[in-house]
Nanobody
C-alpha cells in the first residue's frame, strides 16, 4: 500500500509565496515521476509541474518563471515552491506520483489535495 501526505497551502495575498510538499511512503519499488496538478472551481484538473526521475521537468506555461519543482529522492518527496502568486493560481492542488510498486506494478497515486487561495 502507498500513501501520499501533502502539506502546505493556505490563504495568502497576491505577490507572496507558498511551499507545497508531498511525501510518498509504503510499498514503493521505484518512482518514475512526481508532480503537482491543480483544479479550480468549474475547471478541469491541469498539470502545474512535473519532475521525472531523469531530472527533466514540465511546467504549465502560466507558472513558468514563478514556480519551481524539486525533489528529495531519499525521502521520496516533492516540493513545489510557488512565488509571485496570483489570484488565478487559486485552486486545489494535488500531488501525483507515477511509480512501480513493490509488486512491480506501474501505478498512479494522488494525494488528497490541498487548498491554495490567493487574494488580490
Amino acid at each position: 500500500q502507498v500513501q501520499l501526505v501533502e502539506s502546505g497551502g493556505g490563504l495568502v495575498q497576491a505577490g507572496t509565496s507558498l511551499r507545497l510538499s508531498c511525501a510518498a511512503s509504503g510499498s514503493i519499488f521505484r518512482i518514475n515521476a512526481m508532480g503537482w496538478y491543480r483544479q479550480a472551481p468549474g475547471k478541469q484538473r491541469e498539470l502545474v509541474a512535473r519532475l521525472s526521475s531523469d531530472g527533466s521537468t514540465n511546467y504549465a506555461e502560466s507558472v513558468k518563471g514563478r514556480f519551481t519543482i524539486s525533489s528529495d529522492n531519499a525521502k521520496k518527496a516533492v516540493v513545489l515552491q510557488m512565488n509571485s502568486l496570483k489570484p488565478e493560481d487559486t485552486a486545489v492542488y494535488y500531488c501525483n506520483v507515477d511509480m512501480f510498486t513493490a509488486l512491480l506494478v506501474r501505478s498512479d497515486y494522488w494525494g488528497q489535495g490541498t487548498q491554495v487561495t490567493v487574494s488580490s
